[in-house]
Nanobody
Framework: VQLQASGGGLVQAGGSLRLSCVAS????????MGWYHQAPGKQRELVAA???????NYAGSVKGRFTISRANAKNTVYLQMDSLKPEDTGIYYC????????????WGQGTQVTVSS
């Protein structure tokens, strides 16, 4: 299973970006998907998660600004990021959870988001 993330870049504070992540290489159902954020010098933290039936969960710092969605037929998860702040800067990693015998979490390579003040 491979996850390919895209959509990062440089944006001014208050701007928007849309991240995408495609999971390929499996015919099994993809269960949970989501995004983590790793700021410079800090640990990776959950930003947003979405289940296969579209239940969502957000970190408090992004509620009302970020929206997670998915296209199950495409095994793709999106993260719409609005009203971006400099503290949103960092690498965003997507993940996908697939159950074979046990549930395994797969990770994308990360995409860089830089928000200038």
């Amino acid at each position: 299973v491979q996850l390919q993330a895209s959509g990062g870049g440089l944006v001014q504070a208050g701007g928007s970006l849309r991240l995408s992540c495609v999971a390929s290489g499996t015919t099994f159902k993809v269960n949970g998907m989501g995004w983590y954020h790793q700021a410079p010098g800090k640990q990776r933290e959950l930003v947003a998660a979405i289940t296969s039936d579209n239940n969502t969960n957000y970190a408090g710092s992004v509620k009302g600004r970020f929206t997670i969605s998915r296209a199950n037929a495409k095994n793709t998860v999106y993260l719409q990021m609005d009203s971006l702040k400099p503290e949103d800067t960092g690498i965003y990693y997507c993940y996908a959870q697939i159950r074979y015998v046990t549930q395994t979490t797969y990770w994308g390579q990360g995409t860089q988001v830089t928000v200038s003040s």
